[in-house]
Each structure stands twice: as C-alpha cells, then as structure tokens.
C-alpha cells in the first residue's frame, strides 16, 4: 500500500509491521522515523543495516522473534536496503509475529524493483516515497526558524541556505543548528556571518567543490581542498552533495535525448540551476553522459557506505574519491 509522507499521520501505525521507506530525501526520512516511530512505538529500537542482515540472517531472525519479558515492543530499523534483501523480507513474511515492526530504509528504488513492488502490492505492508524537498518546504523550515529566534533576514541569505541544502532538509537543519548556536545572546547575524557559519571559506561552499569536481577543474579542487578542513559530518554531507548533483546531471542528460537544446533542458530543471553555475553545469554534461553519469551514482553509493564503515578514515576516502573523480581523464 503506497502512502504519502503527509498522510502518514492519518493512519495508526499500530495496524501494520512492515514499513518501506525509500527515496532520496534522507532528512525527511529520519525526521519521519523520529516523530512518527520512534515516539509512537517503542523505547526498544534495533538497528541493523542490509549486509549484516545477509551476512547473519539467523541472528536477525531470532532478534525479531524472541522477545524478553521486559520488552512489550520491539522497533527494528533495517537501513541501506536494496533488492538483495527480499528474498529474505518474503521469508519473514510467511512467519506470524506480533509487536514487532519493521521499518527498511533505502535510497531511490526503480519502477521495477522487487522490493518496491513487493510492498505497493501488498495492502498489509506500507510503502512511503521519498522526494527531494522543493524550494516551497525549505523555505517553509527557515522562515519558521528565524520567526522562532525572532530575526529578520534577507531574502538573499533566504536563497543561499536553500541552495546550500540541495533539496534535503537535513543538509538545511544541520546548517540551522550552527546558525543557532551562533545566536546565542545575539540579536542579528548578517550575510557575511551566513557565509562563514556554513563553511564557505572564501566562497567555497561544498556545492561550489562538488560542482567543480563533475566540471574537473582539478587545479581549483586542489586549492578549495586546502583552504577547508574537515570533520566526518562534512564527509557525509559532501557525498551526498554530489549524489544530488549526480542525479541532476543524469535528469538532464535524458532530457537532452528529447530536446536538442541544452540551455532550455537547464533553464527547466527543477530545482532551478542557479544563473552563476550553468556554465559550470555545461562543463559537467560534457564529462559525463548518461552512461557515464550512472557508472558515477554507483561509485558514489559505493564511497558513501564506506564512508560510513570508516568513520576515521572518512576525510581520506572522501578527498581520494574527490581528486579521482576531478582528473581530466574519466575513469
């Protein structure tokens, strides 16, 4: 049963185990679990992730159908999933089991995936899509921050923090909270305070790296590269940039098989390509075609979860994968 983000809240969640959760709008996604799981169900949560499911399937197993006296629920969250893991969702299915729900969470899921198709079919089971936030609801999230703090600010710093997000709300709270922290006994904060609170060293912003690097202005990423140091969080938010970006470049690489006309396929993408970056843009189109583009979403995918695995070594991973990806000669 497919069910929309905002209607999640009319149903009681209680009526069903199995929840699908997949799209690209990662903030959404864990304010979602927060709000409507985390608080509604249970204090026992359980987290696993898709290769330790595989890896020990018995273990998983026992952890969904054995419960202590102390636990009246049971929450288990399954994150990173894709269609290798239906087999075994099919699986648990067949089995009767009560006070336990599941939630799987995953990226984008094609038309013709397995595993969203198992759970659209299925009226038992609920399935919720993910999209990328618009301009409207992350405006929507800074306008009620600034009336809560009680500062007026332009629309030009209105502008720049959207862009920052690349239509995910959690890449925009994350910004938020420095801003907040930063207000603290203040009254006021100005665009050149904005500029530096969000890591832009002279301009810098990570959506100026990752853009760079899909245009392979090696010599620029070197010098943005040194001007910036940084931490795990910005690993995580960089790789995700550049999936944004990536799947941006393939949206317009398929449109370019319909319209001859590069500028007006870039002129009609939503969300907007910013005036200042469309040649940057035009750079990238010419590096990556859609087949290339698709090889790049992997490769991405693939850094990311190693990212994750490597949360000390994150900085070095992310920075290999940046100066690989930024040489003139594609790989």
Do not use: H
């Amino acid at each position: 049963m497919i069910v929309k983000t905002f209607e999640l809240k009319k149903i009681d969640i209680k009526k069903f185990n199995i929840f699908l959760l997949y799209g690209e709008n990662q903030g959404l996604k864990k304010e979602l679990i927060e709000d409507n799981f985390k608080k509604v169900l249970t204090n026992n949560v359980y987290n696993f992730n898709e290769n330790q499911v595989i890896q020990n399937q018995d273990n998983f197993f026992d952890e969904i159908f054995n419960k202590s006296l102390f636990e009246n629920e049971k929450l288990i969250i399954v994150s990173d999933v894709t269609n290798k893991i239906t087999k075994i969702i099919e699986e648990l299915i067949e089995k009767k089991f009560q006070d336990i729900f599941l939630i799987l969470v995953s990226d984008k899921l094609e038309k013709n995936s397995k595993l969203r198709s198992l759970f659209e079919k299925k009226k038992e089971f609920v399935c919720i899509p993910f999209y990328a936030d618009n301009y409207q609801s992350l405006k929507y999230i800074l306008i009620n921050f600034f009336k809560r703090v009680k500062i007026q600010v332009s629309q030009e710093i209105i502008n720049i923090l959207i862009n920052r997000a690349n239509g995910d709300r959690q890449n925009l709270k994350n910004e938020i909270d420095k801003i907040e922290n930063f207000l603290i006994g203040r009254k006021k904060i100005n665009l050149e305070e904005i500029m530096k609170l969000t890591n832009m060293s002279n301009n810098n912003s990570y959506s100026e790296l990752v853009d760079n690097c899909l245009a392979k202005n090696e010599r620029k990423i070197i010098n943005m590269i040194n001007e910036n140091i940084f931490s795990y969080e910005d690993t995580i938010i960089i790789i995700r940039t550049f999936l944004t970006k990536a799947k941006r470049l393939l949206k317009i690489n398929n449109e370019t098989k319909f319209k001859s006309n590069l500028d007006e396929v870039i002129k009609s993408i939503k969300p907007p390509v910013f005036w200042k970056d469309i040649e940057l843009v035009k750079q990238q189109i010419k590096n990556y075609n859609s087949e290339k583009t698709e090889k790049l979403i992997n490769t991405i995918n693939d850094t990311e979860i190693l990212i994750k695995k490597n949360s000390v070594n994150s900085v070095k991973i992310l920075l290999d994968f940046i100066l690989g990806q930024s040489k003139k000669i594609s790989n």
